[in-house]
Nanobody, 120 residues
Framework: QVQLVESGGGLVQAGGSLRLSCIAS????????MGWYRQAPGKQRELVAT???????NYTASVKGRFTISRDNAKNTVYLQMNSLKPEDTAVYYC??????????????WGKGTLVTVSS
């Protein structure tokens, strides 16, 4: 069984920074892409950033230049450094990972989310 657990959310003023972390644990053979999604109140879940197993990042346009995604493969962890936060970044942020389990099957896993609130 595989679990993703996010941490690092909270309340911050506009212009501030937060760093989200997500640790994958359980019966993991290997982890392919990892990423962060977010869902604001009344809106659909949207992609924020992804990072390949080799470390290549991809960002949605609204966060380019402000957010940085990174990963530590030795720790099965993905990070999201968020700078210059705006009120419109307020959302629940979800970690996602495409993981090959000990049974060698790949599956898509999600964390339960961490709330980020940016005040104006």
């Amino acid at each position: 069984q595989v679990q993703l657990v996010e941490s690092g959310g909270g309340l911050v003023q506009a212009g501030g920074s937060l760093r989200l972390s997500c640790i994958a644990s359980g019966s993991i053979f290997t982890i392919d892409a990892m990423g962060w999604y977010r869902q604001a109140p009344g809106k659909q879940r949207e992609l924020v950033a992804t990072i390949s197993s080799g470390g290549s990042p991809n960002y949605t346009a609204s966060v380019k230049g402000r957010f940085t995604i990174s990963r530590d493969n030795a720790k099965n962890t993905v990070y999201l450094q968020m700078n210059s936060l705006k009120p419109e970044d307020t959302a629940v942020y979800y970690c996602n990972a495409f993981i090959q389990g000990s049974d060698y099957y790949f599956m898509d896993y999600w964390g339960k989310g961490t709330l980020v609130t940016v005040s104006s």
